[in-house]
T-cell receptor, first 117, second 111 residues
Framework: DAGVIQSPRHEVTEMGQEVTLRCKPI?????LFWYRQTMMRGLELLIY????????DSGMPEDRFSAKMPNASFSTLKIQPSEPRDSAVYFC???????????????FGPGTRLTVL | GEDVEQSLFLSVREGDSSVINCTYT??????LYWYKQEPGAGLQLLTY?????DMKQDQRLTVLLNKKDKHLSLRIADTQTGDSAIYFC???????????FGTGTRLLVSP
């Protein structure tokens, strides 16, 4: 398997622009997570989905952030409008409930480094 | 809510052992994990331990769990320069997929 795929790897945009981050989870995984990593706040869980349904979005910082999962193989995280304080590395991860070998393991993508000028 | 704490930085010499410590507050934690993050990359699972275990060994890695004190440690034997990275501990409850991560410990291994 190719692992979790994220695109783009790097994104530079100007304040006020819309940003869309994309994620393809590992095939067969039924959980998908979006994280944000900054020096100041560390690794924060933004939202997670189970079987394409959002389960917990309490970590989404503001209404400017939205996430969708239209099918089992694709998710987006959108920021509209973007602000300089949104600059961070955004990670997507996926997992499969009930994996007998290593339960609850999350597999991370390489991340998208977002810079908002 | 749950909280996971780690020291921020550790520096060792190549060939020495490294010990990275973690404390957590959630007494119902069922699984505890160690993840490694290399520069410019995502997190990679290193190892995990079930809460009814005290110790787990996996090649150069030894995980110790003191459930009474809610203390988890990761020992890396014969540390190599390639082990330089940020190490995160994380915990989760049974049946819940949500991981709570620590702040991360940056390990620097010098030749």
């Amino acid at each position: 398997d190719a692992g979790v795929i994220q695109s783009p790897r790097h994104e530079v945009t100007e304040m006020g622009q819309e940003v869309t981050l994309r994620c393809k989870p590992i095939s067969g995984h039924d959980y998908l997570f979006w994280y944000r990593q900054t020096m100041m706040r560390g690794l924060e869980l933004l939202i997670y989905f189970n079987n394409n349904v959002p389960i917990d979005d309490s970590g989404m910082p503001e209404d400017r952030f939205s996430a969708k999962m239209p099918n089992a193989s694709f998710s987006t995280l959108k920021i509209q409008p973007s602000e300089p304080r949104d600059s961070a590395v955004y990670f997507c991860a996926s997992s499969q409930l009930g994996t007998s070998r290593v339960p609850d393991t999350q597999y991370f993508g390489p991340g998208t480094r977002l810079t908002v000028l | 809510g749950e909280d996971v704490e780690q020291s921020l930085f550790l520096s060792v010499r190549e060939g020495d052992s490294s010990v990275i410590n973690c404390t957590y507050t959630d007494s119902s934690s069922t699984y505890l994990y160690w993840y490694k993050q290399e520069p410019g990359a995502g997190l990679q699972l290193l190892t995990y331990i079930f809460s009814n275990m005290d110790m787990k060994q996996d090649q150069r890695l030894t995980v110790l769990l003191n459930k009474k004190d809610k203390h988890l440690s990761l020992r890396i034997a014969d540390t190599q320069t390639g082990d330089s990275a940020i190490y995160f501990c994380a915990e989760t409850d049974t049946g819940f997929q949500k991981l709570v991560f620590g702040t991360g410990t940056r390990l620097l291994v010098s030749p």
